[in-house]
């Protein structure tokens, strides 16, 4: 039922393998790089705050596809020789995610309630302790389910870096399509294995948000 | 810093035919958002409603979809519709399918509606969810049915409190239209990326699209924001 499938199945694994690649430099990029956006998005100084709120309104208000296909048009600018696809591929995808994840790192960070900072300071904690002790722990807590949620959007994403002739695993089953004609089992097969990575993921993630519920 | 010699020319923004390859883009990602939406709100409300009924089996059907079309790339839901549509409908419907126009367009509106449904019952369910158990009380108790209820109480609090993040979704729908270009819809990015292959000015098309979505964007939260405030619900904590 799944022959095509099978007879192909290390070439589309390989691709899964990119997917898998550029996923994780997307988030080991993103993350931190969010971190910044979001000490930018509550930062006082005025010359910090608003080209990093510049940024953040401006790559959320465009599509992803586009972001990918502009930094694969600027790269070959900046580097001086056309690129493959992979590099630009994580560039577009960490400049894009930084934003996304740095809203959640704003949205965390302001989350804890100003008293709670306040009874650090007056049991005489200094600022960083009073950041090591009570502030990131809450925030990270917060934060953690949405940020598995966006690190599953992430994975999902990855399958438009298509666009650019990256060969992951969406490209190669369109690839092996047009010799097999088999759409249904590829493109079934490509569905089943985004779903159940998805799943277990966003199951993962759901016992977190429990947890937070009880206060764990 | 520079190193490849690449000479800009905006003139591909407003030079025909390459400005009209935009402005028919720009209107047919207007159409693909509008209509997707359409189908997204209808189905999505449905689905996030029977996913809370009483009637177990229906609850499982709500269920099964959110989880099979949030879990699934959009991109993969369009290729499956546009290359596995045609086989599961078989051959002789194929050739009917492929008499109507644009096929590739209606299957994009359709994968885009079914898609951003998912995530629409999911904030319809937590619409419902924001209601207290009281509301329901207090309408039973002042002698309404359970229609009544439904149509004077429940669904006018629920549809305020699912209407910011509706917005937000409306928002995604414009930006994930853009991933119809792979299927040959000529929206905006694909006409972008069609003004590079003609003129090998990718970068200056694309940019002019980045333009493009970030005034659509902007233009859609305004509207929004107007709708919201229209909507408030003066004293419900926290919406």
């Known amino acids: ?6 007879r192909n199945l290390p070439f589309l694994l390989g691709g899964f393998w990119i997917t898998v690649k550029l996923m994780v430099l997307a988030l080991a990029g993103g993350i931190p790089l969010g971190i910044l956006v979001g000490l930018g998005r509550i930062s006082k100084k005025k010359w910090v705050y608003y080209p990093v709120t510049f940024y953040v309104n401006v790559i959320r208000n465009i599509p992803l596809i586009l972001v990918i296909f502009w930094f694969y048009f600027v ?3 900046i580097v001086g020789s056309p690129l493959d696809p992979f590099p630009s591929a994580v560039i577009s995808f960490i400049v894009f995610e930084a934003t996304y994840f740095g809203e959640i790192f704003r949205a965390g960070y302001q989350s804890v309630s100003k008293g709670q900072i306040e009874a650090g300071y007056s049991t005489g ?4 302790q009073t950041a090591r002790y009570i502030l990131i722990p809450i925030a990270v807590r917060r934060m953690l389910p949405s940020m598995i949620t966006q ?6 994403d990855t399958c438009l870096a298509f666009v650019i002739g990256l060969p992951e695993l969406v490209r190669r089953a369109t690839i092996v399509d047009t010799l097999e004609v088999r759409s249904i089992q590829l493109f079934g097969f490509v569905a089943f294995v985004f779903w159940i990575t998805c799943y277990v993921g966003s199951t993962i993630s759901r016992r977190y948000e429990v947890k937070e519920a009880r206060g764990v | 810093m520079l190193g490849l010699a690449y000479e800009f020319d ?6 025909q035919p390459y400005g009209m390859y935009l402005l028919q883009g720009i209107w047919l990602t207007i159409q693909l958002g509008i209509l997707s939406w359409i189908i997204a709100f209808l189905l999505g409300v449905f689905i996030g409603t029977i996913r809370v009924s009483s009637w177990r089996s229906m609850r499982f059907i709500g269920t099964a979809y959110v989880e099979i079309f949030r879990n699934i790339p959009f991109l993969v839901q369009l290729f499956f519709w546009y290359y596995a549509g045609p086989m599961v409908f078989g051959q002789t419907i194929q050739y009917r399918i492929n008499a109507i126009p644009n096929l590739n367009y209606y299957v994009a509106i359709i994968a885009l509606g079914m898609y951003t449904a998912s995530r629409v019952a999911e904030h319809t369910r937590a619409g419902f969810a924001a209601i207290s158990r009281d509301q329901y009380q207090a309408a039973l108790s002042t002698g309404l049915t359970r229609i ?3 149509r004077y109480v429940i669904i006018p609090y629920a549809l305020r409190v699912i209407i910011p993040p509706l917005t937000t979704e ?3 729908i414009f930006k994930n239209s853009s991933i ?7 929206e905006t990015t694909f006409m972008a990326y069609r003004i590079d292959a003609e003129t090998f000015h990718g970068l200056e098309a694309t940019t002019g699209a980045c333009l493009i979505y970030l005034a659509l964007g902007l233009g859609v939260v305004k509207l929004m924001g107007v709708l919201e405030s229209r909507f408030k619900i003066h004293g419900l904590i926290g919406r």
């Open chain 2, 170 to 172: 409306f928002l995604t």
């Open chain 1, 1 to 6: 039922m799944f022959d095509a499938v099978q």
């Open chain 1, 75 to 77: 790269m070959p600018i």
């Open chain 2, 180 to 186: 119809a270009m792979t299927i040959g819809v000529a």
């Open chain 1, 125 to 128: 904690l200094t600022y960083a």
């Open chain 2, 148 to 150: 009544q209820m439904y």
């Open chain 2, 10 to 15: 905006w003139s591909v923004l407003w030079r």
């Open chain 1, 151 to 156: 690190s599953i959007i992430t994975y999902q």
